[in-house]
């Protein structure tokens, strides 16, 4: 094969998936594994390295065919030095010099992104932001971080913290994010609703309400997921959470609309499971809170890539990247 491949590295705490692109976000050739982060990092960058050399023999290409290499990883890292710091699902992979590491190995351009920042990218090129000049991406998942583009590209801030929407603080009290009480991610996030879940279901055992999520809470902790099932099932608790975590949710889609301004704000994670029950509830908040010329211009709607989108999203770090050099 002699034409220009682009690889994308996906690395989280608990799978690593690495992937082969002639013609992005189509993929050629992909492969995942277990990231093991207990056991350092470095018998995961072993992986990718032997993983991506046999793709490149399966594809019937060598190493000189790669353009270029992007890496999506969580935060904290510092993108312009190519290192990873620590992030909380990767305690162990601390100051890890990855596009140093790869660039050693495979000769070619490597690029390193933070995931909120990677999907923020994929969903602006080829998802639910498609065609915007200014929007958000959001991740609601087990964290709560914001991707933002602006005229087209991505804005990083100063040293690459911008968009840590999860930090700024909601509520004087409440569940911890961020090691902040209170905080948007302790609201927003699945770590966050796994906290403050429980005393909505004890308060329900002790009126007597009976519930899908009070008989799941006698055999484990209840997560975010069972939220959506029992939801999707019309329970009656579940559905006054998800309306509580949309209405919080639209407490910070407020803050961002008032500052940033944009024509869309693009929301991953639980808001592809949740649907219309998560941000119905969310909207309504935001025209509250927010002002009216920014709500009238901006969209709410959740991300499409689904699945795909931390492929996608490795893939167009390099891709971006290269673009601009």
């Known amino acids: 094969m002699n034409k220009k491949l682009w690889a994308g590295v996906d690395i989280g705490g608990t799978k690593t998936a690495v992937i082969v692109s002639a013609d992005p976000p189509h993929v050629i050739k992909r492969v995942e594994f277990a990231t093991l982060p207990d056991d350092g990092p470095e018998p995961a960058i072993g992986k990718i390295k032997s993983s991506l050399r046999a793709l490149l023999a399966e594809a019937g290409a060598k190493s000189a065919s790669i353009a270029g290499i992007g890496v999506s990883c969580g935060s904290p890292l510092d993108a312009k030095r190519g290192i990873i710091q620590a992030p909380p699902n990767l305690s162990t992979w601390i100051d890890i010099p990855i596009v140093d590491i790869l660039g050693a190995e495979f000769g070619c351009p490597v690029y390193l992104e933070n995931d909120a920042n990677a999907g923020a990218l994929a969903e602006h090129r080829f998802g639910a932001g498609k065609g915007t000049r200014n929007m958000v991406f959001l991740t609601m998942g087990t964290g709560f971080g914001a991707g933002i583009i602006i005229d087209g590209r991505i804005y990083q801030g100063t040293n690459g913290n911008a968009g840590e929407i999860g930090h700024v603080r909601l509520t004087a009290d409440g569940p911890v994010g961020y090691h902040k009480a209170g905080s948007a991610e302790g609201w927003v996030s699945g770590g966050g609703v796994a906290q403050w879940v429980t005393a909505m279901i004890n308060d329900a055992r002790n009126t007597g309400e009976r519930s899908i ?57 639980l808001a592809m499971r949740l649907g219309e029950r998560l941000l119905e509830p969310a909207r309504k908040t935001l025209a509250r809170e927010a002002l009216p010329h920014s709500v009238a211009v901006c969209e709410v709607v959740p991300a499409v890539l689904g699945e795909s989108i931390g492929d996608v999203a490795a893939l167009c770090i390099a891709v971006d990247a290269g673009a601009q050099a």
Do not use: F, M, Q, S
């Not at 803050?255 to 869309?264: G, M």
């Open 213 to 269: 999520l009070t008989d799941r809470a006698r055999e484990h902790r209840v997560t975010a997921r069972d939220v959506g099932l029992a939801a999707a099932k019309g329970d009656d608790l579940a559905c006054r959470i998800v309306v509580k975590l949309g209405e919080k949710l639209g407490d910070a889609l407020a803050i961002l609309v008032d500052i940033l301004n944009p024509e869309r704000i693009v929301i991953g994670g």
